[in-house]
């Protein structure tokens, strides 16, 4: 973040956030990277106890009232000690953001408070074995009979599916409806029904209990309905939110960490007599990177303040699947040129690059592909080209020969 973009207020949390981060026991990153631990409760009672979860929320439910502005903040330090971790961090602002905008007061009592606490996991189920993207093709089925659904089906990728005290879970509640309105939400408590059929062996941003849930005639009690029946393509839209500008803020801060690695080492690191950062295809790299993050970070700035604001939902919506694209792609980019900076030391786990580059090539893919992001933001930006103001200046027009109609030929 830069300073002076930054309040009072935002300087001293991210000193409080910085200080909880470097007291997180080192054992416990290696031990999740290497699968020993596979939920890290400890770290979310920790944030939970420190009140450093759910920011933006309430206080009467446990948050602090702040804005997106203030919550990237902490979520760009978390994302230092890599994607794992931030993930579990980011996941009671995630689920958090539906309850408190859908959930009905009970609901917030019941699992919001305890969220925050960090007494209880939360745990999203969107993607299933035959899709991914596809949100509106989902096969899971829920079922109302007296005062319960009955849940069938399965949910893949689920980061806290070993871990988690409750999900929040999609499924079809009118099949015979169009797509958009045939799914509804629920919160759906780890129980009778809810099994964990396979936990993943990942590349990377392990140690997060990531498995496949299967929901065999699972029993969801009517009041642990999210929002409307058939209404939870509302609750998805809004979900891009929290989902896509959680992982941006982590990008910067797996980045970031890469690159002062790499910077430190090309300051130490002597080659022909001098220091390798004296060499241009060294000081390049570590100067494209800089770049790379600084703009990155000023996106996600910008779009933070746009979501404050309530500014329009369309540009919104482009703002954000920017901000998770360029992100998370430029900080793979600064992993990858931090590697090329150390060489084959870097390759090795004597330093964190490795297990660094493991986890940010996870993040182009999770809460939608930066493909998928692609598709958003064309269509908000060729639906925004078509509705420009009549006061703007035409600079098609601004050409020697810009009247010659008969040379602009079009198909």
């Known amino acids: 973040m830069f300073d002076f973009l930054m309040s009072e207020e935002q300087t001293s949390l991210r000193e409080e956030v910085r200080q909880f981060v470097g007291e997180v026991p080192r054992q416990l990153i290696l031990d999740m990277d290497a699968e020993k631990v596979t939920f890290p409760r400890s770290f979310l009672e920790q944030a939970g106890a420190k009140n450093l979860l759910g920011l933006r929320f309430p206080r009467e439910y446990g948050g602090r009232g702040l804005d997106w502005s203030s919550e990237i903040v902490a979520l760009e330090e978390v994302g230092t000690l890599g994607t794992s971790l931030a993930c579990l961090y980011s996941m009671p602002s995630i689920v958090g953001e539906a309850i408190t905008v859908f959930g009905a007061r009970e609901q917030k ?161 002597k080659a022909f007599g001098k ?67 150390m060489g084959g030391i870097g390759y090795t786990n004597v330093y964190p690059i490795e297990r660094l580059l493991r986890d940010t090539r996870l993040i182009m893919i999770w809460t939608g592909t930066n493909e998928v992001m692609n598709l958003i933001i064309q269509h908000e930006i060729y639906k925004e080209l078509g509705t420009l103001s009549d006061n703007r200046r035409d600079v098609e027009l601004d050409a020697h020969e810009a009247d010659k109609s008969e040379e602009k030929v079009y198909e």
Not at 165 to 174: C, E, G, H, N, R
Not at 290 to 312: E, F, H, N, P, Q
């Open 109 to 269: 009592e019941k699992f919001l408070k305890p969220t925050l606490k960090g007494q209880m996991g939360s745990a999203e189920g969107l993607t299933e074995p035959r899709g991914g993207s596809d949100f509106f093709g989902a096969t899971s089925v829920a079922r109302k009979e007296g005062d319960h659904y009955v849940i069938t089906g399965q949910k893949r990728f689920i980061v806290g599916a070993e871990g988690a005290d409750y999900f929040m879970i999609y499924a079809k509640t009118d099949p015979e409806a169009p797509p958009n309105k045939s799914i509804s939400a629920f919160l759906v408590e780890r129980g009778p029904g809810v099994k964990v059929e396979y936990l993943y062996g990942l590349m990377g941003t392990r140690g997060g209990g990531a498995g496949r849930l299967v929901l065999d005639n699972c029993r969801v009690p009517a009041e642990n309905l999210l929002g409307r029946e058939n209404g939870a393509a509302e609750i998805f839209y809004r979900m891009m939110i929290p989902e896509r500008l959680t992982s941006a803020a982590g990008a910067i801060g797996m980045g970031r960490a890469a690159l002062e690695v790499a910077t430190r080492y090309s300051t130490r690191r």
């Open 275 to 341: 220091q390798i950062k004296d060499f241009q295809a060294v000081g390049f790299k570590i100067a494209d990177s800089i770049t790379r993050l600084d703009a990155a970070r000023a996106m996600v700035y910008a779009t933070a303040k746009a979501v404050d604001a309530g500014y329009d939902p369309a540009k919104t919506r482009r703002l954000v699947s920017e901000a998770k694209k360029f992100a998370t792609q430029a900080a793979w980019e600064i992993v990858n040129d931090a590697m090329q900076v």
